[in-house]
């Protein structure tokens, strides 16, 4: 296996029937992602992208391809991939703690070791005086801490995000980036992160990933040369804004395609 093939996705398409019509919703496309790396899937509304990371999560069956995972079958959902979501779905009758031990419980770990781990994600996505909190006391950013630090402590081989930050508000939302910069600086997982925020994926990511609208395809895979480690002055530099206007100039294409086939 290439160091560059650690999850290497070829051939996917995706085909779903609706009202006995068939909807391509992907077509015939390879992706590879090195260990450690970090890549962003920025297109248009509906052309895919979270049908990928639900097929490569293992959720979605597809209708052509292999993925492999560190030269694994990917086939069906496992502890090797970890999922978060734009809902973060938490108990709500559990504390921060053991909203986050939940997911070692069925691991059959001790309850000592499980909460030794947990606290150390918790601890990693800053939440440590909030360990016996409930859900409902926390904010929105909060919330998507514990989903991040409950995704974490499985220790998965690659993060799968889907819109993450999508439903909290700017300022938390940069800073949640920022966050996670900062987390991923230190722990070098894979991360396919999918998002409709250019500026979000240039922010985190070593590599973008334009999709083409529906059927999806790759448009253009562009690597990122900005230097790490990133802080938030980055976005106003040019070289953040060239990026920027590139993606934007081939996503608005995409975007008029895809309104104008709606
Ligand atoms: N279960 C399903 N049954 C039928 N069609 C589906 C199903 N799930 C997705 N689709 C279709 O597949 C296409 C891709 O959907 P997908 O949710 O992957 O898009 P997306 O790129 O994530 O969009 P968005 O940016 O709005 O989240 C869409 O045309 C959608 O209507
Ligand atoms: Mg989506």
């Given at each position: 296996?290439a160091?560059?093939?650690y ?6 398409s995706k085909t779903f ?13 390879d992706?590879?992602i090195?260990?450690?790396e970090f ?10 992208k979270s ?14 391809g ?6 694994k ?24 703690l ?19 781990r947990a606290?150390?994600y918790i ?6 005086r909030?360990?016996?909190a409930?859900?409902a006391?926390?904010s929105?950013g909060?919330k998507?801490?514990?989903?991040l ?6 220790e998965?081989q690659?993060?799968?995000m889907?819109?993450p930050f999508?439903?909290l ?13 900062d ?10 992160f999918?998002?409709?925020?250019i500026?979000?994926a240039l ?5 973008v990933?334009?999709?083409?609208a ?10 990122i ?21 590139q993606?934007w ?9 895809a309104?104008?086939a709606?």
């Amino acid at each position: 296996m290439a160091a560059s093939d650690y999850l290497k996705a070829q051939g996917i398409s995706k085909t779903f029937m609706r009202n006995n019509q068939a909807v391509v919703a992907l077509e015939d496309f390879d992706l590879s992602i090195a260990e450690g790396e970090f890549v962003s899937i920025v297109g248009p509304s509906g052309c895919g992208k979270s049908t990928f990371l639900h097929i490569v999560g293992g959720f979605e069956p597809r209708t052509g391809g292999s993925i492999t995972l560190a030269g694994k079958a990917v086939s069906r959902p496992g502890p090797d991939r970890g999922m978060l979501f734009q809902d973060y779905a938490l108990f709500p009758w559990r504390t921060v703690l053991s909203n986050v031990t939940w997911a070692l419980e069925v691991k059959g770990m001790s309850k000592a070791e499980r909460e030794q781990r947990a606290r150390k994600y918790i601890d990693m996505v800053g939440l440590s005086r909030f360990e016996g909190a409930y859900p409902a006391e926390l904010s929105g950013g909060m919330k998507q801490r514990v989903a991040l630090a409950r995704t974490l402590v499985y220790e998965p081989q690659i993060l799968l995000m889907d819109e993450p930050f999508g439903a909290l508000d700017a300022q938390t939302r940069e800073l949640m980036q920022e966050e996670l910069t900062d987390i991923w600086q230190a722990d070098r997982r894979t991360v396919l992160f999918v998002t409709h925020d250019i500026e979000e994926a240039l922010y985190l990511s070593d590599r973008v990933i334009v999709f083409t609208a529906r059927p999806g395809r790759i448009k253009a895979d562009i690597r990122i040369e900005l230097p790490r480690p990133r802080h938030a002055h980055i976005r106003k530099t040019p070289e953040f804004m060239n990026y920027h206007t590139q993606i934007w100039d081939m996503l608005r294409d995409e975007v008029l395609r895809a309104r104008e086939a709606a």
